[in-house]
Antibody, heavy 116, light 107 residues
């Protein structure tokens, strides 16, 4: 069945970067785009952007354009998101989700805590 | 950005009852609206897309209605498995935006 397995929790220092992964299985990786979504504690879900694994094309939410970088490794069916210049505002859970036109399968989430 | 206003934020009901959750968009999104279920320790689950189309595997006690700016998720004959958090999401335009969530708890 379709699975999106995300990397584990990360504890990082302010100013650092973090790169999280989302390994897809159970379908042809290049047939669906991968979205990334942020959920801060007690706040609503925020769309970060998406990447098309087939073309490498990306589309970012303006809010995260200077913060997030999306990449893929087709050989391992894995999508990555790097978040840079981290602050306490970036402490959150991050989800990947595959989509044809709607997000129909989600990863289990990866928690990022930014603390000195 | 399209603002999604979801209500109520909290709902208490008993198994067997029916509940409805509202989602209003700040402008027309046609029927490009999805509903998701969030449960602790589980991946978010797509329940309904295109406003009213049940995703494969979604029980028929779930239904969605609406188009344009006003949408409703209705759950009939609540089962214990339904107590969770529900989100609406518009995918009519970028950036994709979500409602603030409705926590459905057992009364």
């Amino acid at each position: 069945q379709v699975k999106l397995l995300q990397s584990g929790a990360a504890l990082v220092k302010p100013g650092d970067s973090v790169k999280m992964s989302c390994k897809a299985s159970g379908y042809t990786f290049t047939d669906y785009i991968i979205h990334w979504v942020k959920q801060s504690h007690g706040k609503r879900l925020e769309w970060i952007g998406y990447i098309n694994p087939y073309s490498g094309g990306t589309n970012y939410n303006e809010k995260f354009k200077s913060k997030a970088t999306l990449t893929v490794d087709k050989s391992s069916s894995t999508a990555y998101m790097e978040f840079s210049r981290l602050t306490s505002e970036d402490s959150a859970s991050y989800y990947c989700a595959r989509a044809w036109w709607v997000m129909d399968a989600w990863g289990q989430g990866a928690s990022v805590t930014v603390s000195s | 950005d399209v603002q999604m206003t979801q209500s109520p934020s909290y709902l208490a009901a008993s198994p067997g009852e029916s509940v409805s959750i509202s989602c209003k968009a700040s402008k027309s999104i046609s029927n490009n609206l999805a509903w998701y279920q969030e449960k602790p320790g589980k991946a978010n689950k797509l329940l309904i897309h295109s406003g009213s189309t049940l995703q494969s595997g979604t029980p028929s006690r779930f239904s969605g209605s609406g188009s344009g700016t006003n949408f409703t998720l209705t759950i009939r004959s609540l089962e214990f498995d339904d107590f969770a958090v529900y989100y609406c999401q518009q995918y009519n335009e970028y950036p994709i935006t979500f409602g603030s969530g409705t926590k459905l708890e057992i009364k």
